[in-house]
């Protein structure tokens, strides 16, 4: 068989689970992961190079109805990564039928010349007959090549999702070098890194209201040391009183956090450096959006 290769988008509502999938399917930490909607905001494009394929995934933000201009930003962001993909990996859970909102977001997938591949992840929790009711709905949509349950955590029927998604991509030299992870860049990586240790720390609104920058980032030349220096920007004052903490207690945990998965990451030592900067109204702002995003 022929080398195959291309950009396969993984699409879904939010919270389903798309980079906990494509993280399991990488074998390696490439996007970060958080129980909470919305975590995703960028199209991450993560790339698996196997000796038979090179599968260029691209994360995309889950879709939901937007609640302001962020969140429109975000459903905009998922839908433009469907330009000139090979292949869409739809992701749902077991509910036992299709949801309403995915019924809106498939008409507009439908019309794609490219084979769509439906994921039904959490498959592991599935009750009663939910996950072949689910199944049985979604193939009657007649649009899926294939559907596949599976569980992103537990990593069931992880290889035969990759290996069906594989068969549908064309024959092609690979289109990045092979040790590439991500087409990224480490400030991107280190300011998402930072943003997890946010939204696993803190509650309620804050995590919406937060984006992260890295305003400095280099290797030290007289030791194995990579400086980091990012700041966490919020909507409103009340919001860096949380995230400082009392005695800057939560933002040292943060720090810490999201330090120690940089070391992981880079396999050397990392000094981080965090502020908290207010900006007023941030996610109701076209252009604080692109700009604090990178999008």
């Given at each position: 068989?022929?080398?195959?290769s291309?950009?396969?988008a993984?699409?879904?509502?939010?919270?389903?689970?798309?980079?906990?999938?494509?993280?399991?399917?990488?074998?390696?930490?490439?996007?970060?992961?958080?129980d909470?909607?919305?975590?995703?905001?960028?199209?991450?494009?993560?790339?698996?190079?196997?000796?038979?394929?090179?599968?260029?995934?691209?994360?995309?933000?889950?879709?939901?109805?937007?609640?302001?201009?962020?969140?429109?930003?975000?459903?905009?962001?998922a839908?433009?990564?469907?330009?000139?993909?090979?292949v869409?990996?739809?992701?749902?859970?077991?509910?036992?039928?299709?949801?309403?909102?995915?019924?809106?977001?498939?008409?507009?997938?439908?019309?794609?010349p490219?084979?769509?591949?439906?994921?039904?992840?959490?498959?592991?929790?599935?009750?009663?007959?939910?996950?072949?009711e689910t199944?049985?709905?979604?193939?009657?949509?007649?649009?899926?090549?294939?559907?596949?349950?599976i569980?992103?955590?537990?990593?069931?029927?992880?290889?035969?999702?990759?290996?069906?998604?594989?068969?549908?991509?064309?024959?092609?030299?690979p289109?990045?070098p092979?040790?590439?992870?991500?087409?990224?860049?480490?400030?991107?990586?280190?300011?998402?890194?930072?943003r997890?240790?946010?939204?696993?720390?803190?509650?309620?609104?804050i995590?919406?209201?937060?984006?992260?920058?890295?305003e400095?980032?280099?290797?030290?030349?007289?030791?194995?040391?990579?400086?980091i220096?990012?700041s966490?920007?919020?909507?409103?004052?009340?919001?860096?009183?949380i995230?400082?903490?009392?005695?800057g207690q939560?933002?040292?945990?943060?720090?810490t956090?999201?330090?120690?998965?940089?070391?992981?990451?880079?396999?050397?030592k990392?000094?981080?450096?965090?502020?908290?900067?207010?900006?007023?109204?941030?996610t109701?702002?076209?252009?604080?959006?692109?700009?604090?995003?990178?999008?």
């Open positions: 068989m022929s080398y195959r291309g950009t396969v993984v699409l879904g509502q939010t919270n389903v689970g798309k980079s906990t999938f494509i993280n399991a399917v990488l074998g390696r930490k490439v996007v970060i992961v958080s909470r909607p919305q975590t995703t905001r960028n199209r991450i494009r993560c790339i698996l190079t196997t000796p038979e394929a090179q599968v260029v995934f691209v994360d995309t933000p889950g879709l939901h109805q937007p609640l302001n201009k962020l969140s429109s930003h975000l459903v905009r962001q839908m433009r990564a469907l330009s000139g993909v090979d869409v990996a739809y992701m749902v859970e077991p509910t036992g039928g299709v949801e309403p909102y995915d019924v809106t977001v498939l008409a507009k997938i439908k019309p794609l490219c084979p769509k591949v439906l994921l039904v992840n959490k498959s592991d929790r599935a009750r009663g007959n939910s996950l072949p199944l049985l709905a979604y193939e009657a949509l007649g649009m899926f090549a294939d559907l596949i349950p569980s992103a955590v537990r990593g069931t029927n992880l290889d035969r999702a990759l290996a069906v998604i594989v068969g549908h991509l064309p024959p092609g030299e289109l990045f092979p040790d590439l992870a991500t087409d990224r860049p480490l400030e991107f990586l280190a300011a998402e890194l930072v997890e240790k946010v939204f696993q720390t803190t509650f309620q609104e995590p919406y209201s937060t984006a992260v920058t890295v400095h980032i280099a290797e030290r030349e007289d030791k194995p040391l990579v400086e220096y990012a966490i920007h919020v909507a409103k004052d009340s919001q860096k009183g995230i400082i903490g009392s005695g939560k933002l040292k945990e943060i720090g956090l999201a330090r120690q998965e940089l070391e992981l990451l880079l396999g050397k990392v000094f981080l450096s965090l502020q908290v900067k207010v900006r007023p109204k941030w109701e702002s076209e252009e604080e959006i692109v700009r604090l995003t990178g999008e």
